[in-house]
């Protein structure tokens, strides 16, 4: 990865007096100072150093996996632009890369391109990584992946104490005899970012039951009267949260406890979808078909009500694109969920 002017420690000037008692007190306090500009850098700097750490990594996961992974770099290209265009000050695919790899890119994958400013990203970029990162290792090597995503959290989180780009926690999920499935928190900058992302993801992404049970309580912070579809996970089911760049295990928030039924003494509620035990879920769904059948979602939706919750979301996603007058949304996701 190229580095920002200013992203490296300190190093000792070459030519300054070696320490005589004179010249040391003034060196010992700049050297402070500029630690602590280090840590503080313009959050625009870390929004750009962080899309090109997250597309680099992508680009070499790319060219080292046996699978056509090719998809994936379109995807996480695309959801990039289009949270650099949301983003304040908003930046255009050309101010994030540099022209050589601007030039590259818009050959090889011109989509992302052309459709960042009116289609809307599935999912985070940083789940698009996760994806490629569990293609690459496996699934089961849980090991190899959190410690991949470690090491790339860490080099975003350099110089800065913002979140910007990456997710803080990972969600894996499984049966007593399934694979391992894997999710992230939301990557996301910003309250509207976060919210258009969760509806999107309900619309475009998530295993069907997810989405219901999120729009159960999306975006309104409480159940809705006319659609109850949070569930009670089967006891086998096993949800296992972790801080991304400590390693550390969590504990389930109170709104994940809300939609999938499972136990926690945590009070805290972060925003119903945004927690990684959502797209953990919503892959074990899509990959064991079985603990489907095993669901026992509350039942009250008929048809109706399941489309009123829809476009109750739907116009809160509207109001929140309305902020962005850059993007003029077509209606449709990228990639296309159901292409014909
Ligand atoms: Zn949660």
Same mark, same amino acid.
């Given at each position: 990865?190229?580095?920002?002017?200013?992203?490296?420690?300190?190093?000792?000037?070459?030519?300054?007096?070696?320490?005589?008692?004179? *010249?040391?007190?003034?060196?010992?306090?700049?050297?402070?100072?500029?630690?602590?500009?280090?840590?503080?850098?313009?959050?625009?700097?870390?929004?750009?150093?962080?899309?090109?750490?997250?597309?680099?990594?992508?680009?070499?996961?790319?060219?080292?996996?046996?699978?056509?992974?090719?998809?994936?770099?379109?995807?996480?290209?695309?959801?990039?632009?289009?949270?650099?265009?949301?983003?304040?000050?908003?930046?255009?695919? $050309?101010?994030?890369?540099?022209?050589?790899?601007?030039?590259?890119?818009?050959?090889?994958?011109?989509?992302?391109?052309?459709?960042?400013?009116?289609?809307?990203?599935?999912?985070?970029?940083?789940?698009?990584?996760?994806?490629?990162?569990?293609?690459?290792?496996?699934?089961?090597?849980?090991?190899?992946?959190?410690?991949?995503?470690?090491?790339?959290?860490? =080099?975003?989180?350099?110089?800065?104490?913002?979140?910007?780009?990456?997710?803080?926690?990972?969600?894996?999920?499984?049966?007593?005899?399934?694979?391992?499935?894997?999710?992230?928190?939301?990557?996301?900058?910003?309250?509207?970012?976060?919210?258009?992302?969760?509806?999107?993801?309900?619309?475009?992404? /998530?295993?069907?039951?997810?989405?219901?049970?999120?729009?159960?309580?999306?975006?309104?912070? =409480?159940?809705?009267?006319?659609?109850?579809?949070?569930?009670?996970?089967?006891?086998?089911?096993?949800?296992?949260? *972790?801080?991304?760049?400590?390693? $550390?295990?969590?504990?389930?928030?109170?709104?994940?406890?809300?939609?999938?039924?499972?136990?926690?003494?945590?009070?805290?509620? /972060?925003?119903?979808?945004?927690?990684?035990?959502?797209?953990?879920?919503?892959?074990?769904?899509?990959?064991?078909?079985?603990?489907?059948?095993?669901?026992?979602?509350?039942?009250?939706?008929?048809?109706?009500?399941?489309?009123?919750?829809?476009?109750?979301?739907?116009?809160?996603?509207?109001?929140?694109?309305?902020?962005?007058?850059?993007?003029? /949304?077509?209606?449709?996701?990228?990639?296309?969920?159901?292409?014909?």
């Amino acid at each position: 990865m190229e580095e920002e002017p200013g992203m490296t420690e300190p190093q000792p000037d070459r030519n300054a007096p070696r320490s005589s008692g004179l *010249f040391r007190t003034p060196r010992v306090e700049e050297e402070r100072d500029d630690r602590n500009r280090i840590k503080n850098l313009p959050e625009e700097i870390v929004f750009k150093r962080n899309a090109r750490i997250l597309i680099t990594e992508m680009l070499e996961l790319n060219n080292r996996t046996q699978q056509d992974t090719s998809m994936l770099v379109e995807e996480i290209l695309h959801s990039v632009f289009f949270l650099g265009q949301i983003y304040s000050p908003s930046f255009s695919p $050309r101010s994030l890369l540099d022209d050589d790899m601007f030039d590259a890119l818009e050959k090889e994958y011109p989509q992302p391109f052309q459709l960042y400013s009116t289609r809307l990203p599935r999912r985070s970029p940083f789940s698009c990584l996760l994806e490629m990162v569990v293609c690459f290792y496996g699934q089961e090597n849980e090991d190899q992946i959190r410690n991949k995503l470690k090491d790339v959290v860490h =080099q975003m989180k350099e110089g800065s104490s913002s979140q910007i780009l990456f997710s803080s926690t990972i969600c894996i999920s499984h049966t007593h005899n399934s694979c391992r499935y894997y999710g992230v928190s939301m990557s996301t900058r910003g309250r509207s970012a976060g919210e258009i992302l969760v509806a999107a993801s309900c619309f475009s992404n /998530w295993h069907r039951s997810v989405s219901d049970a999120v729009m159960t309580y999306y975006p309104d912070k =409480q159940k809705k009267s006319y659609f109850s579809r949070n569930m009670q996970l089967p006891p086998d089911v096993k949800c296992e949260v *972790f801080n991304i760049s400590e390693g $550390r295990p969590m504990d389930l928030c109170r709104s994940c406890s809300d939609l999938f039924g499972l136990d926690t003494t945590v009070k805290k509620r /972060w925003g119903y979808g945004h927690c990684a035990e959502a797209e953990s879920l919503s892959n074990l769904f899509k990959g064991e078909p079985r603990v489907i059948e095993q669901l026992k979602p509350e039942v009250n939706a008929n048809k109706g009500n399941r489309m009123k919750a829809k476009m109750r979301v739907l116009n809160h996603l509207k109001q929140q694109l309305k902020k962005f007058d850059t993007f003029k /949304w077509d209606g449709k996701f990228y990639p296309n969920p159901n292409p014909k």
